[in-house]
């Protein structure tokens, strides 16, 4: 399946609310940040996945990573996560964290466990509510 990756822009922030919330991520949160959204849709322009890269200084962490798993399978998510972390290598970034309940998604992208405290304060906003099933992972650039 041919599909296509951008960043998300002002008419996306409903559609991307609905698309996101359907996996229980909060709606208003998505319309306050939809800039900071990446889309990966068909060639039709349907939404197979969606993530939020936040930056802090020279560091970035990935928020909202939402698969619509009827769309995107596992070669579609394997090339979205591939083509953010390009857009986070050539925005300069030296480090990029996520919190995951999957860590064995992430590792053979370069992710590493971390500890809570490890990840730079800015961004630590909402890692307390993620659950205790959750690993903090990191990658250097």
């Given amino acids: 399946m041919s599909s296509a990756i951008r960043r998300a822009k002002a008419e996306d922030r409903e559609p991307l609310a ?9 709606a208003d949160e998505i319309r306050e940040q939809y800039e900071k959204f990446y889309i990966m ?14 930056q802090r200084g020279d560091n970035a962490m990935l928020r909202m990573l939402v698969i619509n798993p009827t769309k ?8 979205f996560l591939h083509e953010i972390l390009a857009v986070v290598q050539q925005r300069n970034f030296r480090k990029l964290y996520l919190v995951t309940p999957s860590p ?6 370069g992710f590493s466990p971390v500890q809570d405290q490890q990840i730079p304060e800015p961004l630590q906003s909402g890692i307390s509510e993620s659950g205790e099933d959750t690993v903090p992972m990191a990658r250097s650039f």
């Fill in 41 to 54: 849709e068909t060639e039709q322009g349907q939404w197979m996945a969606t993530v939020a890269i936040e």
């Fill in 72 to 79: 995107c399978g596992m070669e579609e998510m394997v090339r």
């Fill in 104 to 109: 064995e998604i992430f590792r053979p992208f």
């Fill in 18 to 26: 609905d698309f996101a919330s359907a996996s229980g991520v909060p």
